[in-house]
C-alpha cells in the first residue's frame, strides 16, 4: 500500500533535471528564503544571524529581529509563516512588505527564516509577488528528522504516543512534508533554478555546523567568519533519552489548554539538564527496531531518489541513506540515567515543580488510569500506588479464559478482546474501551466486541 502510493506520488511528480552546480549567488535575489525543512539546524542558523543582524547588513543582508528563548530556540520569523498558515494573509503581507521596504531603503537582501514557511509554497509565494526571491532549503535523512520530530513532539507538543507508533502513523497518512515531496510544489511555484536544495549531513556542512555552511551559502567569505559572533555549543539539541520518556510520561497529566506555562518551564528544565549531559547517539535501527527500520526505509526509498535530484550534482547518492549503526568520536556512551534521577535532577531546580506534577499522577491513578504509562509515573514522582497495584494483580484468570486465550484460531482482536475484559475486572475502564476501540477497528462485525464496547460505555 504505501509503494503503491509512492509509485502513484512519483509518476505524478515526473522528474526535474538535477542541478549541475550550486553557484547561483544568493545575494542575487531580493529576497532569500530559508524554509527548514524542520530538523535541519534551523534554530541555530536563526539563532545566529538574528545574534549579527549588523554584521550581516554590512555584508548586504537584513534579517528583521525576533524573539529567542531561554534556551535560544525561537520560530524565526513565524510572525510571518504562522499567520500564512492560519490564513491570515493580510498580516502576513503587511509584515513581509515593511521587511522589504526597510531591506530596499538600506540596498541589502532581505533574509527570512522560518520552519513555518515549507508546508505552504503556494502561499509564500503570493506572498513575494513581484519580488525576485530565491528559496534554501537544508533536507536531511527522512528516517533521522522523523526522530528528531518525534523528539520535538514530545519535548514541546505534549505528545504521549511512543516512537514506534509515532513511526507507524506516518506510513499511514500523506506525508509530503515528511518525505520531501512537498519539494516539488516549491519548484512549481518558484521554479528548480530559484530552490536551492542542501544535503544536511555534518560531515558535509561547512565545519560541520548548520549555522557556518549558511553563512558561507551567503557568500560571506571563509577568512572572514571570525568577524562574526558564533553560539557556544548545540541549540536545540535532542533530550537525553531518559529525560525525554519522563516528559512524554509527564505529557498524561498537562492540559495544553491550559498549561502552556507550566510545559514551558518543565522544557526548560530538561533541555538544560539534556545540554549538560554527555550525549548518547543510537542508530535508527536500534530506535525502531528491524521490522519498523526496513519498512520505513522502503516507504522512503523513491522520495528520496527525487530529493536527492533537486541537490547538487556532487551530492553523494548515499546521503539521505539512514545510518546502520550510532555515530561514533564526540559522541560517546554513557551510563543511563533512570527517569527518576532525572526527576530528581531537572525538576528539582524549579521549585515546587516536582510536588505539582506528583499531585496530578497521584489524581490521575485515584481516577482509575491504571496503565503502564499513568503507574510509572506514579512511581517516579513518589506517589503511593500500592493499592492500585492491589487492584491489578488480584484479578484471576479461570481456566475459560485461559482456554480461550490460548485458541490456536485466535487473532489480534481476540487477544484484544481478552485484554479489554482483564482490564475491565481490574478497574481501568478507560484503557479497556481503548482497547476494544482496536479490536473493532480490526472486526468491524463483531457483535462481541459491540457489546462489550456498550457494557464499557454504560
Not at 531580493?30 to 539563532?47: C, E, N, R
Not at 475491565?424 to 480490526?442: N, S, T
Amino acid at each position: 500500500m504505501v509503494g503503491s502510493l509512492i509509485n502513484r506520488l512519483s509518476r505524478a511528480l515526473g522528474t526535474v533535471k538535477r542541478r549541475e552546480t550550486d553557484e547561483t549567488p544568493l545575494s542575487a535575489y531580493d529576497v532569500v528564503l530559508h524554509i527548514g525543512a524542520p530538523k535541519t539546524g534551523s534554530s541555530a542558523i536563526q539563532y545566529f544571524a538574528n545574534a549579527n543582524r549588523d554584521r550581516l547588513l554590512e555584508y548586504g543582508f537584513y534579517y528583521p529581529g525576533h524573539g529567542v528563548d531561554p534556551n535560544r530556540v525561537s520560530g524565526g520569523h513565524s510572525n510571518i509563516g504562522g499567520p500564512l498558515i492560519n490564513d491570515r494573509t493580510d498580516e502576513a503581507k503587511k509584515r513581509f512588505a515593511r521587511f522589504l521596504r526597510d531591506a530596499r531603503r538600506q540596498d541589502a537582501t532581505l533574509v527570512l527564516s522560518a520552519e513555518s514557511f515549507y508546508g505552504v509554497p503556494e502561499a509564500v509565494r503570493d506572498l513575494v509577488g513581484e519580488a525576485n526571491a530565491g528559496v534554501l532549503a537544508y533536507f536531511r535523512d527522512p528516517m533521522a528528522a522523523l526522530i528528531s520530530a518525534y523528539n520535538q513532539l514530545v519535548k514541546r507538543h505534549y505528545g504521549t504516543m511512543t516512537l514506534a507508533e509515532y513511526a507507524v502513523g506516518l506510513t499511514r497518512r500523506d506525508s509530503r512534508r515528511a518525505t520531501g515531496l512537498i519539494l516539488q510544489d516549491w519548484v512549481e511555484q518558484f521554479g528548480a533554478d530559484r530552490l536551492h536544495v542542501l544535503p544536511y549531513r555534518r560531515d558535509l556542512l561547512a565545519q560541520g555546523q548548520a549555522e557556518v555552511d549558511f553563512a558561507l551559502r551567503l557568500g560571506i567569505p571563509a577568512a572572514e567568519l571570525e568577524n562574526f559572533d558564533w553560539p557556544e555549543g548545540q541549540i536545540n539539541v535532542s533530550y537525553s533519552p531518559s529525560a525525554l520518556e519522563l516528559k512524554r510520561l509527564i505529557n498524561h497529566v498537562l492540559d495544553k489548554r491550559v498549561d502552556a506555562e507550566l510545559n514551558q518551564q518543565i522544557d526548560w528544565a530538561l533541555q538544560r539538564y539534556s545540554d549538560a549531559q554527555e550525549k548518547v547517539r543510537r542508530s535508527p535501527r536500534e530506535l525502531l527496531g528491524d521490522e519498523a527500520f526496513e519498512a520505513l526505509r522502503a516507504f522512503f526509498a523513491e522520495s528520496n531518489a527525487y530529493v536527492h535530484g533537486l541537490m547538487p550534482s556532487e551530492t553523494p547518492p548515499e546521503v539521505l541513506d539512514p545510518p546502520e549503526s550510532a555515530e561514533t568520536g564526540r559522541f560517546r556512551a554513557r551510563r543511563r540515567f533512570s527517569e527518576e534521577q532525572v526527576a530528581e535532577e531537572a525538576l528539582a531546580t524549579e521549585a515546587g515543580l516536582i510536588e505539582e506534577l506528583a499531585d496530578r499522577a497521584r489524581r490521575q491513578v485515584d481516577a482509575g488510569k491504571l496503565d503502564h504509562d499513568a503507574l510509572h509515573l506514579a512511581e517516579i514522582l513518589h506517589v503511593d500506588v500500592r493499592q492500585h497495584i492491589a487492584r491489578l494483580t488480584c484479578v484471576a484468570l479461570d481456566a475459560e479464559t485461559v482456554e480461550r486465550i490460548l485458541r490456536e484460531e485466535n487473532q489480534t482482536a481476540d487477544y484484544l478482546r481478552e485484554i479489554a475484559v482483564i482490564l475491565e475486572a481490574a478497574g481501568d475502564r478507560a484503557a479497556a474501551r481503548k482497547v476494544i476501540e482496536k479490536a473493532i477497528e480490526l472486526r468491524p462485525g463483531g457483535k462481541a466486541l459491540q457489546r462489550i464496547a456498550e457494557r464499557l460505555d454504560r
